[in-house]
């Protein structure tokens, strides 16, 4: 059974880099089938797709319009994890963080979710 | 990359069947089969309910199914039970190769 456990601070001031891990038991972070993705949730909204990493052959990574400009998401094959950061944030980035397992066909797998805001 | 279109809510009484809508566009949900829904009770994580537009995911009951039609997917809920009331969003691939999902959908059980 797969299971994802997520870490990282939950207070982030304005204009600085949002961190975050997502550590897979039960899985690879490099396996030829899965893709590892963050979503995000602001408080009492929907859910946004962020961004994406794979290994087929060689990493793939693929991001939301929305924050490409300031995204980058890297896998750790010697820890088995994967990594979330976002620059220059703002308030409107305070948000549910959830790290997903999935491919094309949907994301099975879930982090517990880390709530992270963005204030001075 | 604009939101899939939801209902905001949809409601409906213990054994009736309510169908949820998730429409979007020829470069999304009308080109291709990779459409997954996800139920989200109050103060959980997403769960996976339908994936690749009708096919469930071990586990989850058959009064759960999926289908689509042009440029919008439909999640219907049969037998409607108590537990079903949550939050619904549907997710999409798309031709930039990234993912959208739709702005979510409130299910009430009266």
């Known amino acids: 059974q797969v299971q994802l456990q997520q870490s990282g601070p939950g207070l982030v001031k304005p204009s600085q880099t949002l961190s975050l891990t997502c550590a897979i038991s039960g899985d690879d972070v490099s396996s030829n089938s899965a893709a590892w993705n963050w979503v995000r949730q602001p408080p009492s909204r929907g859910l946004e797709w962020l961004g994406r990493?794979?290994?087929?052959?060689?990493?793939?990574?693929d991001y939301a319009v929305s924050v490409t400009s300031r995204i980058a998401i890297k896998p750790d094959t010697s820890k088995n994890q994967f990594s979330l950061q976002l620059s220059s944030v703002t308030p409107d980035d305070t948000a549910l963080y959830y790290c997903?397992?999935?491919?094309?066909?949907?994301?099975?797998?879930w982090g517990q979710g880390t709530l992270v805001t963005v204030s001075s | 990359q604009s939101a899939l279109t939801q209902p905001p809510s949809v409601s409906g009484s213990p054994g009736q069947s309510v169908t949820i809508s998730c429409t979007g566009t020829s470069s999304d949900v009308g080109n291709y089969n990779r459409v997954s829904w996800y139920q989200q009770p109050p103060g959980t994580a997403p769960k996976l309910m339908i994936y690749?537009?009708?096919n469930r995911p071990s586990g989850v009951p058959d009064r759960f199914s999926g289908s689509k039609s042009g440029n919008t997917a439909s999640l219907t809920i049969s037998g409607l039970q108590a537990e079903d009331e949550a939050d619904y969003y549907c997710?999409?691939?798309?031709?930039?190769?990234?993912?959208?999902f739709g702005g979510g959908t409130k299910l009430t059980v009266l």
């Open positions: 997710l999409s691939y798309t031709s930039s190769n990234t993912f959208v």
């Open positions: 990493t794979y290994y087929r052959s060689k990493w793939y990574t």
């Open positions: 690749d537009v009708s």
């Open positions: 997903t397992k999935g491919g094309w066909s949907g994301f099975d797998t």
